[in-house]
Every structure is written in C-alpha cells, then in structure tokens.
C-alpha cells in the first residue's frame, strides 16, 4: 500500500474545528483513504474512508483533493473527547484480507 | 456495527511464565485475524496474521516460537507470549475485517512482565 505523511502533532481548541492533513502523493487509483483513531490507552476505532468524492458521516468529514493527492479530516467542533492519536491509512480494495498498515499518525491535542 | 472482544485487558506475569490473549469476533465470522504489537509513544507494528484453520504468518522479525497463534474456530484467536521477558512488554492489539472496509480492533491487552 502506498505510504502517507501526516504532520506528527496538532492542537486544536475545544469547540472549533479541526482540519488534519494526510498526504499520499504515491496512491493508486484503486486506493481508498481510511482514517481510524486511537485514543489512550484503546485499539483503534474506524473513523471515515472514501475514494474519490468528499464523505460525510457523524463523526467527520472527509475532503479528499481533485488529484487523490491529498486529504483531510475535518472534525467540525472538537471536544476533550476527541484527543487522540489519527491514522490516515491507504488500503488496495484489491489486495484481498491484507491487515492495514499504521504510520506514525498525528497526535490531535484539544485545549479546553 | 462488527465488534472485536479482547480478553484480558491487561495482565501483569511473571518472568519466563507465558500468557494467553484471546480475541473474538463477536457478530460476524472472522477467517483472518491480525495481530499487532505497540510500544509506548510507537504506531502499531503488525506481528502476524493469524488463518483459521491453519498456520499463522509471522512478519519480519516476529519469534513464531515466543509468539504462539491460534485460530481454531472462525470467531476465535490466541497469542499466547512464551516465556516472557520483561522486553515483551507492550500493548497489544488484534484486528479482524469484517466486509470489504471494515476493520474492527480489539480494545488492547497491556502486558507487563516483571
């Protein structure tokens, strides 16, 4: 799968929102974005994924770039809850039950 | 949505005694299971992937003897750490994909082996 860079920390005050980028220069036209997070001490936990268009669900927003080249995660109002460690992870849906790959992500801190 | 038990969350061993971990697909059948380890401040590092019905396939690195994987049935896998030493202490994770996106974790056992 092809490898993504992602800053390795951010803040984010509570209440506003927060825009994580990822990018992936190398991804294949059959690459999807997954984004998953970590919080302390807990596996991680699915977040959002897409291919091409821009996706919305009740956790987050993904806004993937015209050129597939980059994207981002939008979480619209961050709260305390929200501080934890995110993955943006490329995965081949042709490539059958492969495991995702982590990088080292971005540690999103939230300041009250 | 797919859920992942894993059991214990967190065990304290003594040196050179083993310990199992289970990891359970709770809802769905899981014919593949991934485990991972993570050392503090670290991303996960996958350790093996574990085949129901048949052998594990253990990543670059990984003891296949030290790390024992079992995965008898399609809702359940072991990894059972051999003679622990204090450097196999860590968090570790297991993993299971359910539907062609969907990749469920468990919530992590913390080893500590003194």
């Known amino acids: 799968d092809a490898k993504t860079t992602q800053p390795n920390s951010m803040e984010s005050n509570e209440e506003e929102p927060v825009h994580l980028p990822c990018n992936h220069s190398t991804i294949s036209g059959t690459d999807y974005i997954h984004w998953y997070r970590q919080l302390p001490s807990q596996g991680p936990e699915y977040v959002i994924h897409?291919?091409?268009s821009n996706v919305n669900n009740r956790m987050a927003s993904l806004a993937i770039a015209e050129d597939r080249k980059s994207s981002t995660l939008i979480l619209h109002r961050a709260t305390l809850r929200d501080a934890a460690v995110y993955y943006c992870i490329l995965r081949d849906v042709s490539s059958g039950n492969t495991p995702l790959v982590f990088g080292k992500g971005t540690r999103l801190s939230v300041i009250a | 949505g797919a859920v992942v038990s894993q059991h214990p969350s967190w065990v304290i061993c003594k040196s050179g005694t083993s310990v199992k971990i289970e990891c359970r697909s709770l809802?769905?059948?899981?014919?593949?299971m991934f485990w991972y380890r993570q050392f503090p401040k670290q991303s996960l590092m996958l350790m093996a992937t574990?085949?129901?019905?048949?052998?594990?396939?253990?990543e670059q690195g990984v003891e296949k003897d030290k790390f024992l994987i079992n995965h008898a049935s399609l809702t359940l896998s072991t990894l059972t750490v051999t003679s622990a030493h204090p450097e196999d202490s860590s968090f570790y994770i297991c993993?299971?994909?359910?539907?062609?996106?969907?990749?469920?974790f468990g919530s992590g056992t913390r080893l500590t082996v003194v």
């Open positions: 993993s299971a994909r359910e539907g062609v996106h969907g990749y469920t």
């Open positions: 809802d769905f059948q899981a014919t593949t």
């Open positions: 897409g291919l091409t």
């Open positions: 574990s085949n129901e019905g048949s052998k594990a396939t253990y």
